[in-house]
C-alpha cells in the first residue's frame, strides 16, 4: 500500500492507482476532457493537472496518468491549478466555442473573457459524400479513436499526421470495413453534444437543438443527442432574467 | 588489407604500428576536409582536382579525406602534410587552387595557407606526438593552430580524432589508442568500477538535460528487466547544430567505444543508435564503423576475450524533432508513432520494450573512452565545479569564425564570440545570441560575462541545450526570430496534448500580427500567460520549453515588440509588412542594376536617371538592396 497526502489528508492506496484515481476514491473533483473509466488514461487535455511535491521543486502533472508515489504531496486546487485551469478552458472556449460541456466548465472555472480569436469552422467535402461536413471544434482528446479501438474492438478510426497536422480519420480517408456504424465515437465525443447558442432571454429553450451538427466526419441519419439545458441558459431564463452573462459573440458566417 | 582480429592488447599494439605508418607515412600526405559542411562548400570537386593531379604527375603522394577540424568558415579545407615538416593547412580551396597547390609541392603556397600544426595532442593517452620543431628550419610566418585564438582556447577531447584521422580506418583509429579504454575496462576493471568512473568524472548527458551519466548508468544497471538496452540519440534535431554529426563523420568508432563499455558496466548486451534520417554521411560512417569491428571481431560474442557480447546496429529516423525526444525516440524504434510518452516511468526502468534502457546522446558516449584511460579524476578537473568536462558548441550565424568548437565548461559567452569566434563580420554589433536550439532562448550581448555550463545560462532564461549557438547582429529582429522558432516548433510538435499543439499555434498567430504591425499592447500579457501554461502544463520537454523563445525575446528585447506594436515599426528593418524600400534619388546613377533583379517589377524609370520604387508592387523581397553597387537603396 502506498501512502500520500491530498490536500492535506492522508490516504493509502494500492500500488499502480492514479492521482485522479486517488482524488475520485476521497472525493475531491478534478476536471477532465479525455478521461473516461474504462478506457486506457491517455493525457491529452492537461485538464486534470494536479500540484505535487512541494514548492519550489513542485510540479504540475496530468492526474490520469500519473501513479501514485510513496510520501508523495498532492494538491488539486492550488493557485497554480487554479491559473492552469482558467488559461487552459479559455484556450479551449477558443477552439470550440460551440461545446456545450467546454462553455460549461469554463463559467465554472470563473473564465470570464476569451482573448483569442476563435476558431473559424472548418469546412471540408470528403469525397463519396455530397456534403460539406464540420470538423470544427476537435480537441483531439481522442475519446472517439480510444472507444473505437479499446471497447468497441474495432479500430476504424485513428489518428493522423503530426502537430497542427494531426487530426481523426479513417484509413486513407476511406469509411474501414470495421467500421460497424456503432456511434461510440459520436457518444463519446465532449463536443459533439448541444450546441451553445448563447443566453435567450426571450425563450425557455436555448435552442441548441435548432443548431445541433455532430462534429464527425459522417453524417447519421439518427442522431443520438442528449438534451440538457446550460448554466447560461438556466441563469438568464425564467429564473434569473436580472444576471447578465458577457459571452463573446462567435465572430464568424454560420 | 587482410583481414585482422583484435582479441588482445598485443593485438592492439601490433595494429597501431600499421596504423601509424598510415597517420604518419614515409610520403608526402594530403588530406581534403570531407565532412558534410566540406562536402556543401565544394570539397568533392577538391578532391577529385588533388587525385586527378596526382595520378597525371604519377606522384608519390598519399590522398585521403578527413573528418571535420571545425573550421567551418574556411571550407573546402586541404591540408598537405609532408614527413619532417609541419602539416599546413589552406582555407577556402578551390579546384583550380589544390591543383597548384599539389604541383607546387613541397613549396608553400604562403597566401592561400591559414595555419601550421606542429604535432597531434592524443587526450587518450595524454601525449603529444610532435613531427615538426619549429628548429627544422623554415619561418613561415604561418601561425600555428595553437595561436589562433579559435583554436587556442580549445580542448579536444570528444573530437580528438576529428580532422586528424581517416575516419573510414579502423587502423588509424587504433593507432591514436582507440579502444584501449574497452580492453582496460573489460579486462581490468569490473563494471561497478567503470560507472564509479564516470560518476566520479561528473560527466553529465551532453544531449541537453544534464542528467549525472554515471547516476543514469547505476540505475540502468540496478533496474530488474532483461534484456537490457543501450541506445545512442544521434537524431540531432536543433536547427543550426551539428555537433553530434561532427563526430558521427569524424570519429564513429568513438561511439561505438563508449557503447560498448556502457553495456559493459550495465549488463546490456545489444545497442541501437538511431540517426536522423537527414545524415546520410553519418549513417553510412556509423555502419561501416560496425562492421570493420564486428570484423576485427571488437563487436559480437566474447570481445577481448572476455566473455562479454556485444552487438550494436543503427536505425534511422523518419524525419521528426520529437524524437530527438528519449521516450519518442523509444516508441520510434518500436515502430509506433513517435509521440513522447509521460515520466515516470522513466526508460531506465521501463525503456525499449519495456525494458532497462539506458539512452545517452551521441557526446556523452564519445567521452566515456577518454574517461577510462585517464580516470574520472582527471576529466572532472575540466570545466566547473557543477559542470565537468568539455563541450562543443556549434557557432553559426553572424560571426567571424563559423565552426564547430569544443571548449571547457565554463568559458564565457563573450570569450566564445569575441576571442574563438573572432567577433561580428562587417563592424556590425553583437545583438544576442541564441543558445539552446528551440528550447533554448535569447541572451543579449550585455550578459556575455556568463559562462556557458549547465545552470547558468538557465538563470538567464536560457539553456545550453544540445550545442547551438547562434550569433545575432543588430540587422536581427528578435521578433522575427521568436516567429522563426515558433515556426519550428508547430511544424515539429507530435500534436498530441492540447498545450503544445494548440499553444504554439496560437502563440505564432499572436506573434505575427504583432510583426504585422496589428499587435495589442495587452498582446504581451496574453503571451506571457499563454507561455507560461505550455511551459507548466505539456506532456514532454519539446512542449515545456515551447514558449522559450518568446518569452525570453519579450524578457530582454521588450522595447522591440513595443516598437511594433505602438509605432508599427521594425526597429531592426526586417518585419516585411513594416518596412519599405525605395531610391536615393541623389545616389542613383541610373544604372539599372536593381530593376533587372525585381521580383515584383516594382522599380521605375528610364536608364540614367534616378529610378524609383513603386511600394504598391514591391514584395520587399530586398534583391534590390543586394544588387546596387551604390548603396543608392535603402530601407525605412
Not at chain 1, 504540475?60 to 500519473?66: A, E, G, K, M, P
Not at chain 2, 609532408?82 to 589544390?98: D, K, L, N, W
Amino acid at each position: 500500500m502506498i501512502h500520500v497526502t491530498i490536500n492535506g489528508l492522508s490516504l493509502e492506496v494500492k500500488k499502480g492507482t492514479t492521482i485522479l484515481e486517488a482524488a475520485q476514491f476521497i472525493g475531491f473533483p478534478i476536471p477532465t476532457l479525455c478521461h473516461e473509466d474504462g478506457l486506457r488514461p491517455y493525457g491529452a487535455c492537461r485538464m486534470c493537472v494536479v500540484e505535487i511535491g512541494e514548492t519550489p521543486r513542485s510540479k504540475l502533472v496530468t492526474s490520469c496518468t500519473y501513479k501514485v508515489e510513496e510520501g508523495m504531496k498532492i494538491r488539486t486546487d492550488s493557485m497554480r491549478v487554479q491559473r492552469a485551469r482558467r488559461l487552459l478552458l479559455e484556450l479551449y472556449v477558443a477552439t470550440s466555442p460551440l461545446s456545450k460541456r467546454i462553455q460549461d466548465m469554463a463559467s465554472a472555472m470563473g473564465v470570464r473573457e476569451v482573448r483569442y480569436d476563435p476558431e473559424p469552422p472548418k469546412r471540408e467535402t470528403i469525397a463519396g459524400l455530397q456534403l460539406p461536413v464540420d470538423r470544427e471544434g476537435c480537441i483531439q482528446c481522442g475519446l472517439c479513436v480510444r472507444i473505437c479501438n479499446e471497447q468497441m474492438m474495432a479500430g476504424a478510426i485513428g489518428f493522423s499526421g503530426r502537430g497542427v497536422q494531426r487530426r481523426v480519420a479513417r484509413p486513407f480517408e476511406q469509411t474501414s470495413e470495421l467500421c460497424r456504424q456503432c456511434g461510440a465515437c459520436l457518444y463519446a465525443c465532449p463536443v459533439c453534444e448541444l450546441r451553445c447558442a448563447g443566453p435567450q432571454p426571450e425563450s425557455t429553450l436555448c435552442s441548441g437543438c435548432l443548431n445541433f451538427s455532430p462534429v464527425c466526419f459522417q453524417s447519421y441519419e439518427d442522431a443520438m443527442c442528449f438534451l440538457t439545458p446550460c448554466h447560461a441558459c438556466e441563469l438568464s431564463g425564467p429564473i434569473r432574467p436580472d444576471v447578465k452573462i458577457r459571452v463573446r459573440e462567435p465572430k464568424f458566417a454560420r | 588489407m587482410k583481414a585482422f582480429y583484435i582479441h588482445s592488447l598485443e593485438d592492439l599494439h601490433e595494429l597501431s604500428t600499421a596504423g601509424n605508418s598510415s597517420l604518419y607515412p614515409n610520403r608526402t600526405k594530403i588530406l581534403v576536409g570531407m565532412a558534410t559542411c566540406g562536402q556543401a562548400a565544394g570539397a568533392n570537386e577538391v578532391l577529385q582536382a588533388v587525385q586527378e593531379e596526382v595520378e597525371k604527375g604519377q606522384l608519390p603522394y598519399f590522398v585521403m579525406g578527413t573528418g571535420c577540424i571545425g573550421w567551418c568558415s574556411q571550407e573546402p579545407l586541404l591540408d598537405i602534410w609532408v614527413p619532417g615538416q609541419p602539416r599546413v593547412t589552406y582555407g577556402r580551396v578551390t579546384p583550380e587552387r589544390a591543383r597548384k597547390i599539389v604541383r607546387a609541392l613541397p613549396e608553400i603556397q604562403h597566401n592561400w595557407a591559414v595555419a601550421l600544426m606542429h604535432g597531434d595532442d592524443n587526450p587518450i593517452t595524454g601525449k603529444f606526438k610532435k613531427y615538426w620543431s619549429s628548429k627544422n628550419g623554415h619561418k613561415n610566418g604561418l601561425p600555428s593552430y595553437k595561436d589562433l585564438p579559435l583554436f587556442k582556447h580549445q580542448t579536444r577531447l570528444v573530437m580528438r580524432n576529428c580532422g586528424i584521422i581517416d575516419p573510414s580506418s579502423l587502423l588509424e583509429y587504433v593507432a591514436r589508442g582507440g579502444y584501449l579504454a574497452l580492453w582496460q575496462g573489460l579486462r581490468k576493471h569490473s563494471p561497478e568500477q567503470v560507472i564509479r568512473e564516470i560518476t566520479t568524472s561528473g560527466l553529465r548527458g551532453r544531449g541537453g538535460a544534464g542528467f549525472p551519466t554515471g547516476k543514469k548508468w547505476q540505475a540502468v544497471r540496478e533496474a530488474s528487466g532483461d534484456p537490457k538496452y543501450i541506445i545512442c540519440n544521434a537524431d540531432e534535431g536543433d536547427p543550426g547544430a551539428y555537433m553530434d554529426r561532427g563526430v558521427l563523420e569524424g570519429d564513429p568508432h568513438s561511439v561505438l567505444e563508449g557503447m560498448i563499455l556502457g553495456g559493459y558496466a550495465m549488463g546490456a548486451h545489444e545497442g541501437i543508435i538511431y540517426v536522423r534520417e537527414e545524415y546520410p554521411l553519418a549513417v553510412s560512417r556509423m555502419k561501416e564503423a560496425i562492421q570493420q569491428a564486428e570484423q576485427a571481431e571488437l563487436l559480437g560474442d566474447n570481445i577481448f576475450e572476455s566473455g562479454f557480447s556485444f552487438h550494436i546496429r543503427v536505425v534511422k529516423g523518419a524525419g521528426a524533432f520529437v524524437c530527438g525526444e528519449e521516450t519518442a525516440l523509444i516508441r520510434s524504434i518500436e515502430g509506433k508513432v513517435g509521440e513522447p510518452q509521460q515520466r515516470p516511468p522513466y526508460p531506465a526502468q521501463q525503456g525499449l520494450w519495456g525494458k532497462p534502457t539506458c539512452i545517452n546522446n551521441v557526446e556523452t558516449w564519445a567521452n566515456v573512452p577518454v574517461i577510462v584511460t585517464r580516470g574520472g579524476k582527471w576529466f572532472a578537473g575540466v570545466g566547473t565545479e557543477k559542470s565537468k568536462g568539455t563541450k562543443i558548441f556549434s557557432l553559426v550565424g553572424n560571426i567571424e569564425n563559423t565552426a564547430l568548437i569544443e571548449v571547457p565548461m565554463g568559458t564565457t559567452l563573450a570569450s566564445v564570440v569575441y576571442e574563438i569566434g573572432g567577433g561580428i563580420p562587417n563592424g556590425n554589433a553583437c545583438k544576442a545570441i541564441q543558445t539552446g536550439g528551440p528550447s533554448g532562448g535569447c541572451i543579449p550581448a550585455d550578459k556575455f560575462d556568463l559562462p556557458v555550463d549547465y545552470d547558468s545560462l538557465m538563470q538567464a532564461g536560457s539553456i545550453m541545450g544540445s550545442g547551438g549557438m547562434i550569433v545575432m547582429d543588430d540587422h536581427t529582429c528578435m521578433v522575427d526570430i521568436a516567429k522563426y522558432f515558433l515556426g519550428f516548433l508547430q511544424d515539429e510538435s507530435c500534436g498530441k496534448c492540447f498545450t503544445c499543439r494548440v499553444g504554439t499555434q496560437r502563440l505564432m498567430q499572436i506573434v505575427t500580427r504583432i510583426s504585422e504591425g496589428k499587435g495589442k499592447e495587452e498582446d504581451l500579457d496574453l503571451l506571457e500567460d499563454l507561455g507560461w501554461l505550455i511551459k507548466e502544463a505539456s506532456l514532454c520537454g519539446l512542449g515545456q520549453t515551447a514558449a522559450n523563445p518568446v518569452l525570453s525575446t519579450l524578457r530582454y528585447f521588450r522595447s522591440e515588440y513595443l516598437a511594433h506594436i505602438r509605432d508599427k515599426r521594425c526597429p531592426a528593418k526586417v518585419c516585411r509588412e513594416l518596412i519599405t524600400f525605395a531610391i536615393d534619388p541623389v545616389t542613383c546613377n541610373g544604372c539599372g542594376a536593381c530593376v533587372q533583379v525585381c521580383s515584383g517589377s516594382a522599380i521605375l524609370g528610364e536608364k540614367k536617371k534616378p529610378y524609383t520604387i513603386d511600394a504598391a508592387h514591391c514584395t520587399k523581397c530586398g534583391a534590390c538592396l543586394e544588387a546596387c553597387k551604390f548603396d543608392a537603396v535603402f530601407v525605412n
